[in-house]
C-alpha cells in the first residue's frame, strides 16, 4: 500500500551511460515533481508534472528529460550521465484539490555516478 | 524571490531537553509553510504544515511550530526531545500557484543521551 514509490532505489552506473527512475503514486494526485538533493543535503525542485502536462522546468540540463505517460507516474531519463549528477532524486506527489498543498515523497533513488 | 533560511545548520542537544529550531522566509503572498524530517538514509516526512487559521499548528511525534507574519518565521518546537528525534529538519514554502516546494539549507540534529 505504498503511497509513493520509486525504482530503483540505489543506481550506481558509469559516466556516459543513459538510466532511467521511475516514480509511481497510488493516491490519485494530478500533480508529481522531481527534487534533486545534493551532497551537501539540499533539496531543489526540478520538474513538475500536473494531469501529464509539465508546468515546471527549473534550469535543469536538457540531459534531464522527464517523461508523464499518466497521472499516476512520473518517470526521470538521465543522458550522458556525469559526476555531477550524483545525487538522491525524491519523487513526490499532491492533488491541487488539497487546501494546504502538501506533498508526499518517496523514498528516493541514490544515483551514484563513477 | 523566495527563499528560506535555517540559520543553524547543526543543534546538539541533550535527550529530554527542549528544542526550537528556527525558520524565516521570504515570500510577496500568504505562504504555504512545511516541516519535513528525514532520518539517515529515508525519504522526507511531513512534520506539520500551515496554510491559514490558527498559527499555531501541532503535528506529529509532539512537534508544533508557530508561523508569526511579522517576523516572517516558521519556528519548529518541541518540549522534550527523544534520541529517536536525531535527524535533518527541512522547512519549506510552497508556491501558491505550482505547489513547488522551495527548501531552506536543513537543520541536522543530534541527540545527547
Known amino acids: 500500500d505504498t503511497a509513493v514509490s520509486q525504482t530503483p532505489k540505489y543506481l550506481v552506473t558509469q559516466m556516459g551511460n543513459d538510466k532511467s527512475i521511475k516514480c509511481e503514486q497510488n493516491?490519485?494526485?494530478?500533480?508529481m515533481y522531481w527534487y534533486k538533493q545534493d551532497s551537501k543535503k539540499f533539496l531543489k525542485i526540478m520538474f513538475s508534472?500536473?494531469?501529464?502536462?509539465?508546468?515546471i522546468n527549473e534550469t535543469v540540463p536538457n540531459r534531464f528529460s522527464p517523461k508523464s505517460p499518466d497521472k499516476a507516474h512520473l518517470n526521470l531519463h538521465i543522458n550522458s550521465l556525469e559526476l555531477g549528477d550524483s545525487a538522491v532524486y525524491f519523487c513526490?506527489?499532491?492533488?491541487?484539490?488539497?487546501?494546504?498543498?502538501?506533498?508526499?515523497f518517496g523514498p528516493g533513488t541514490r544515483l551514484t555516478v563513477l | 524571490a523566495q527563499s528560506v533560511t535555517q540559520p543553524d545548520i547543526h543543534i546538539t542537544v541533550s535527550e529530554g531537553a527542549s528544542l526550537e529550531l528556527r525558520c524565516n522566509y521570504s515570500?510577496?503572498?500568504?505562504?504555504?509553510l512545511f516541516w519535513y524530517v528525514q532520518s539517515p538514509g529515508q525519504g522526507l516526512q511531513l512534520l506539520l504544515k500551515?496554510?491559514?487559521?490558527?498559527?499555531l499548528v501541532q503535528g506529529i511525534k509532539g512537534f508544533e511550530a508557530e508561523f508569526k507574519r511579522s517576523q516572517s518565521s516558521f519556528n519548529l518546537r518541541k518540549p522534550s526531545v527523544h534520541w529517536s528525534d536525531a535527524a535533518e529538519y527541512f522547512c519549506?514554502?510552497?508556491?501558491?500557484?505550482?505547489?513547488?516546494?522551495?527548501f531552506g539549507q536543513g537543520t541536522t540534529l543530534q541527540v545527547k543521551p
Open positions: 519549506a514554502v510552497g508556491s501558491s500557484n505550482t505547489g513547488k516546494l522551495i
Open positions: 513526490a506527489s499532491r492533488s491541487t484539490r488539497n487546501l494546504s498543498h502538501e506533498q508526499f
Open positions: 515570500y510577496g503572498a500568504t505562504p504555504y
Open positions: 500551515y496554510f491559514s487559521g490558527d498559527t
Open positions: 508534472y500536473n494531469n501529464k502536462e509539465l508546468i
Open positions: 493516491l490519485g494526485h494530478d500533480t
